[in-house]
């Protein structure tokens, strides 16, 4: 199993924005596809976006569209997820995953390999 960090979590007033970040430690990203998940209280872990390993493929889910950007850089190692218009229903812990595979997914069952989360509450 790969090691993921998330980072960039905070408390965020609503109509604000945050990017977190996804890096690997002991291996590249270059050949995985990575996805952002979210889960919020009392509710099931939900696919929000995905990007495939060379980033010209991304996928969102409605509830975010328009207001989130995935993206990545493979020379840093790293994947982003800048959130804006931010709403107390996106208050969540945020996961990525990664896939060793270019086809990007937000099924979750399709990753074997997961961050351990940070936190984004929304709210005034």
């Known amino acids: 199993q790969l090691h993921l960090v998330e980072s960039g979590g905070d408390l965020v007033q609503p109509g604000g924005s945050l990017r977190l970040s996804c890096t690997a430690s002991?291996?590249?990203?270059?050949?995985?596809?990575i996805g952002w998940f979210r889960q919020a209280p009392g509710k099931e872990r939900e696919g929000v976006s995905c990007?495939?390993?060379?980033?010209?493929?991304?996928n969102y889910a409605d509830s975010v569209k328009g207001r989130f950007t995935i993206s990545r850089d493979n020379a840093k190692n790293a994947v982003y997820l800048q959130m804006n218009s931010l709403t107390p229903e996106d208050t969540a812990i945020y996961y990525c995953?990664?896939?060793?595979?270019?086809?990007?997914?937000?099924?979750?069952?399709?990753?074997?390999?997961w961050g351990q989360g940070t936190p984004v509450p929304v709210s005034s």
């Open positions: 995953a990664a896939r060793p595979t270019s086809f990007p997914s937000r099924t979750l069952y399709a990753y074997d390999s």
């Open positions: 002991g291996f590249t990203l270059n050949n995985y596809a």
């Open positions: 990007i495939s390993s060379r980033g010209g493929s991304t």
